[in-house]
């Protein structure tokens, strides 16, 4: 196998890596503290032709693949998580699902606007009655003439205060206990439809989490996204596709949080030495070092099986428990490698530890996880 990064993909590695220092790292803590959404820094992540950097340049996309993706979400969690999961969850979650199953005209429509950056990208599935169980959604859409009359409520819903429009599940018939789940795009100014932002979060308090209510909003028919009954299917595949960039965003604050404490420990001193001269931290940072670099390994593996067109929903699964996983281990280590200070909002690592710990939930938990990867090794054949 070929670890190095194609000559573009070092590029893009470049880019962002001096972006995410220069721009995005400066204004963090603030940021963090005053619930501010990281509007400029997005404005120039489309100057630099990165909002829609895995789709179509038809489109208005770059055309990139999944690896240059992952590479920018990790790059810009490594320095701000908040700013990490509104770009990962634009793509892989706003914009996927309408360059995955969306027509030549939606594509025109909807994805153009997210890949320039004129907007941004989101999803809603999430339900206050369906977190884990997804099939559990309650949202209808019932058919009225040419339209869908949808009502219900999506909770959770990353970017959808700065969404012009978004794709979501809705029930369009029922028989017996059975649900026909489709996928539905409803722009956000659709009379009838509210965007509540009032969430207050442990962390990623710079992203924009809301929830949304649907009392009889109307779309046309030609807004079904795919074909009628494959919502479910379809916000699996999503699903799939988003645990990479949760993977990538894992990998990143874990870097971070780890480049913190290497360089805390060499700085600080107790007992007449730097606390990097001591075996105790040497073998933890040692420790971190590795598992990090594990987790990058199977994040870019799955990106890459994607890439290629092959199966990847083993490995999206596993990378993203993984690197969830390690994430929350590794800002646990940081902190408690800066003792006191640790605690302290100015040195950074609480707020990656805080960060951390959406990781092991958002886009599936732990738990979730653990089921995927079982059924996809076997052990629920017959």
Known sequence: MNYELTSEQQMIQRTIKEFANEVV???????????????????QLGQLGMMGLPFPEEYGGAGADTVSFAIVVEELSRVCASTGITYSAHISLGGAPLNLFGSHKQKQQYLTPICTGE??????????????????????????????????????????????????????????????????????????????????????????????VLEDVRVPEENLLGKRGEGFKQFLTTLDGGRIGIGAMAVGVAQGAFDKAMQYSK?????????????????????????????????????????????????????????SEICMEITDQ???????????????????????????????????????IAREIGCFSS
Request: proline share 2%.
């Open 267 to 323: 700085e600080r001193k107790q007992f007449g030495k730097s606390l990097a001269q001591f075996q105790v931290t040497q073998f933890k940072l040692a420790d971190m070092a590795m598992k990090i670099e594990l987790a990058r390994n199977m994040v870019y593996k799955a990106a890459w099986l994607k890439d290629q067109g092959k199966a990847f929903t083993k490995e999206a699964s596993m990378c993203k428990l993984y690197a």
């Open 119 to 212: 907007t941004f990208g989101a999803f809603g599935l999430t339900e206050p009655n369906a977190g884990s169980d997804a099939g559990g959604t309650q949202t209808t859409a019932v058919t009225d003439g040419n339209d869908f009359i949808i009502n219900g409520n999506k909770c959770y819903i990353t970017n959808a205060s700065y969404a012009k429009a978004l794709a979501l599940t809705a029930i369009t018939d029922k028989k017996d206990d059975q649900k026909e789940i489709s996928a539905i795009i409803v722009p956000t100014n659709s009379e009838g439809f509210k965007v509540i932002d009032n969430y207050e979060k442990m962390g990623l308090n710079a992203s924009n989490t809301t929830e949304l």
């Open 25 to 43: 790292a400066p204004g963090a803590i603030e940021r963090d503290r005053h619930k501010t959404f990281p509007m400029e820094e997005f404005k």
């Open 334 to 372: 940081a902190v408690q490698l800066h003792g006191g200070n640790g605690y302290m909002r100015d040195y950074e690592v609480e707020r990656m530890m805080r960060d951390a710990k959406l990781l092991e939930i958002g886009e599936g938990t732990s738990e979730i996880q653990r089921m995927v």
